[in-house]
Antibody, heavy 118, light 112 residues
Framework: QVHLVESGGGVVQPGRSLRLSCTAS????????MHWVRQPPGKGLEGVAT????????GYADSVKGRFTISRDNSKSTLYLQMDGLRAEDTALYYC???????????WGQGTPVTVSS | DVVLTQSPLSLPVTLGQPASISCRSS???????????LSWFQQRPGQSPRRLIY???NRESGVPDRFSGSASGTDFTLKISRVEAEDVTVYFC?????????FGQGTKLEIK
């Protein structure tokens, strides 16, 4: 059974940094592309970043390019999102999600909340 | 980035009656493997999204057959043949052909 558990969220001041983690279990982590998706309170979903199964390629939404970095440690079955230069508009619930290898998302974590406020 | 435009954003529905949601893509979502990388998700309050439809028209295992998906070029439709009370929530489309994956704005079903 696939299990994705996010951690690292919290309240942070504008301009500061935060690092999110997602611990995966129940599947061969090193064979799946992974995503971070966020959802601001009461709003829709936004794909934030994607990383190839072996970590060799990453993709970012324009809204976070140059500020966020996605990475993974396949030896620990863990996905990361380093968020620098945080802004109020980055306030959201951040989901870790498993790709299904055919252009969709199979499984989602429960999300970790990030609030950027002074 | 590929833009998915959902409509309507709010849909008044009558229980037992059909409902239809549209999702239009700014680019073709047909992959080189011949599959169409558009899926539909349902999200209930306080829950993570749940996939209903993948590759435009394939129903996920366990999803009631009142849900169906169709495609015509870059226009996609999610249909509910007879809306039940448990269906009154939010629906999103997702494209997975291009990185980063992008979502439609979401459609909220409401009781008329």
């Amino acid at each position: 059974q696939v299990h994705l558990v996010e951690s690292g969220g919290g309240v942070v001041q504008p301009g500061r940094s935060l690092r999110l983690s997602c611990t995966a279990s129940g599947f061969l982590f090193n064979t799946y592309n992974m995503h971070w998706v966020r959802q601001p309170p009461g709003k829709g979903l936004e794909g934030v970043a994607t990383i190839l199964y072996d970590g060799s390629m990453q993709g970012y939404a324009d809204s976070v390019k140059g500020r966020f970095t996605i990475s993974r440690d396949n030896s620990k079955s863990t996905l990361y999102l380093q968020m620098d230069g945080l802004r109020a508009e980055d306030t959201a619930l951040y989901y870790c999600a498993q790709d299904n290898k055919q252009g969709s998302i199979d499984h989602w974590g429960q999300g970790t909340p990030v609030t950027v406020s002074s | 980035d590929v833009v998915l435009t959902q409509s309507p954003l709010s849909l008044p529905v009558t229980l037992g009656q059909p409902a239809s949601i549209s999702c239009r893509s700014s680019q073709s979502l047909v992959h080189s493997d011949g599959r169409t990388y558009l899926s539909w998700f349902q999200q209930r309050p306080g829950q993570s999204p749940r996939r209903l439809i993948y590759e435009a028209s394939n129903r996920e295992s366990g999803v009631p057959d009142r849900f169906s998906g169709s495609a015509s070029g870059t226009d996609f439709t999610l249909k509910i043949s007879r809306v039940e009370a448990e269906d009154v929530t939010v629906y999103f489309c997702l494209q997975g052909k291009y990185w980063p994956y992008t979502f439609g704005q979401g459609t909220k079903l409401e009781i008329k």
